[in-house]
């Protein structure tokens, strides 16, 4: 499982945390110093409530049940007031042997996968997250848009990340909405993003870096590339697809160790972008002519850049 770091939590002391309760759990395992089974099973309790402790504050409440306490310990806890005599010794025994070595495979699993996140985010390029009404809205097409010019760091390499829900939106807009531009926005989108992924489920390409043009005052843009953020297994998504995306963008904060900038048309995802610690592009698009006021001269798309808010 891979583990959902608090805002603000540094992804090496996690890793650290993590290792320092697991080899805790795994010397427990052993037996040593517990003169029967009763004393075992309250040196698991003790464990359990340090690993509580030092864990409460670093990962989600949902990932802390699934690594400590879990329905097994739910069912020891339960069943403790029978477990002092001596008739009850050899299922206590087996109880926690079970429970101990279940905590250390978690752990174990936990471990690997924030080790091969924080390895796989610790390269340099920026991180863009898009939300469904950028790619239904924005004037030029996925393959065409300008990043590097919606973000303010023009020659930077940028990756575009895609969570899943997103893709599902797409696909729900492409075969239910009722606007035609909406359907073809949503559609054509999907095309690109599967041509990108079809021999890959890893980091695509989207545009190769630009070549330097000597004697010009513009900075070449740069690299980017997209990445589909697939929802981690036994992952329960939120009710609301907005609030969705923004779990997912701050999740990959404390692993990349860098900021996630989302870039919606949407003001109220805007604002829980910034509310939930993350950059935000918000966009606009024209609304049209005040009704009665003759036609003013056309608008492009502006964008605004907004900070996190505390």
């Known amino acids: 499982m891979l583990v959902s770091a608090r805002p603000g939590v540094s992804r090496d002391d996690l890793l650290k945390t993590l290792r320092a309760v697991r080899d805790e759990v795994f010397n427990l395992r052993a037996g040593s110093g517990a003169p029967n089974a009763y004393q075992w099973f309250l040196s ?7 690993a509580v402790r030092m ?5 989600s409440t949902a990932d802390l049940d699934k690594l400590v306490l879990t329905r097994e310990y739910g ?3 339960s069943g403790s007031n029978i477990m002092a005599g001596t008739d009850g010794a050899r299922t206590v025994n087996g109880l926690v042997s079970v429970a101990l070595d279940q905590r250390v495979v978690a752990f174990d699993d936990a471990i690997k996968e924030l080790d091969a996140q924080i390895k796989r985010w ?6 863009v997250l898009p939300d469904s009404s950028f790619y239904i809205n924005h004037p030029d097409k996925l393959a065409e848009a300008d990043f590097d010019t919606l973000i303010g760091a023009r020659g930077h390499p940028i990756c575009i990340l895609v ?8 696909d729900r807009l492409k075969d239910s909405s009722s606007d035609r531009h909406v359907r073809w926005r949503a559609g054509h989108t999907l095309g690109v993003i599967d041509g990108l992924f079809q021999s890959t489920t890893g980091v695509a390409r989207l545009r190769p870096q630009e070549p330097a043009v000597p004697a010009t005052e513009h900075t070449a843009r740069g690299e980017v590339t997209l990445e589909l953020l697939y929802d981690p297994p036994g992952h329960i998504r939120l009710a609301i697809n907005d609030d969705e995306i923004i779990d997912r963008a701050v999740a990959i904060q404390p ?3 860098r900021d996630v900038t989302l870039i919606t048309y949407d003001t109220g995802q805007s604002t829980r972008a910034r509310k939930a610690g993350l950059k935000a592009v ?5 609304i049209g002519d005040v009704p009665g006021q003759p036609p003013s001269p056309p608008k492009q798309a502006a964008g605004r850049h907004d900070t996190p808010t505390s």
């Open 44 to 50: 698991y309790v003790d464990w359990t409530n340090n």
């Open 55 to 59: 864990l409460s504050n670093l990962i």
């Open 75 to 77: 069912l020891l806890i």
């Open 122 to 127: 610790s390269s340099s390029e920026l991180l």
């Open 163 to 170: 969570p899943m829900v997103v893709i599902d939106e797409l």
């Open 255 to 257: 692993l990349a160790n």
């Open 282 to 286: 918000k966009l606009t698009k024209g």
